[in-house]
């Protein structure tokens, strides 16, 4: 089969795609990673609410964002204000799980032109496509991860202010809108962590893996 360093470089470029999506889809669609987080921050001891007035608002919320029916939190009070904000983070998870879709069928339908077309991913520097894109995510988002972990209040207004620029709506009334109430940031930090902790055993994945491959495939070459 004939090398093609064309290849590698969108295989790596789906891959990134592919392990950045899926990262943060994790959080966003493990919902018992929201519910623990109910007990250890004792949300029902430092607001009003039930655990499962609280599991309801979030559940509702977490629907409308993924596109599923109209905005409500359940017994907890909302504004236009605050619904405007949830309309934008609607935008951008669904805009993840296509990036997820899309970059699934991308690296599948690659790898089947390859095999149609005799083709194999060629190296770059002596190194595969899994290399290429586990090296590069791991190389952003541990500075990403370090300069959280070192003022983790100015990375989430920078976070906000990219994301959702020239608003201002993600910053939320407490008694207006509840639901940031049950939202504590300690919980965003820990999605934070979360993400970086899958990114990173993902690149660790596909960097081993290219090792072994590129490897393997010396070896065979040398017993051909």
């Known amino acids: 089969m004939r090398p093609s360093k064309l290849l590698t470089v969108l295989l790596a470029a789906a891959l990134a795609a592919l392990l950045l999506s899926a990262s943060v889809a994790v959080p ?13 921050l004792r949300l029902t001891e430092v607001t009003p609410w039930t655990e499962q007035e609280i599991r309801q608002a979030y559940d509702e919320m977490l629907d409308f964002c993924l596109g599923k029916g109209e905005f409500s939190t359940g017994v907890l009070a909302w504004s236009d204000w605050g619904k405007s904000h949830f309309e934008d983070v609607r935008v951008l998870f669904l805009l993840d799980l296509r990036v997820l879709a899309v970059s699934a069928a991308v690296f599948v339908c690659l790898l089947a032109g390859a095999r149609l077309t005799r083709r194999r991913p060629g190296t770059i520097l002596g190194r595969g496509p899994g290399f290429w894109a586990g090296a590069g995510l791991a190389a952003v988002f541990l500075a990403i991860g370090a300069w959280a972990a070192v003022d983790f209040d100015r990375a989430f207004v920078v976070f906000h202010t990219v994301f959702f620029p020239g608003k201002e709506n993600w910053i939320l009334n407490y008694q207006t809108d509840q639901i940031i109430n049950i939202l504590p940031e300690v919980f965003f930090r820990n999605c934070a962590l979360l993400i970086l902790a899958l990114l990173v055993t993902g690149c660790a994945v596909l960097i081993a893996g290219d090792f072994f491959l590129v490897r393997t495939r010396k070896a065979k070459e040398k017993t051909t």
């Not at 966003?28 to 250890?40: G, S, T, V």
């Open 28 to 40: 966003i669609l493990c919902r018992p990673f929201y519910y623990a987080h109910i007990d250890a």
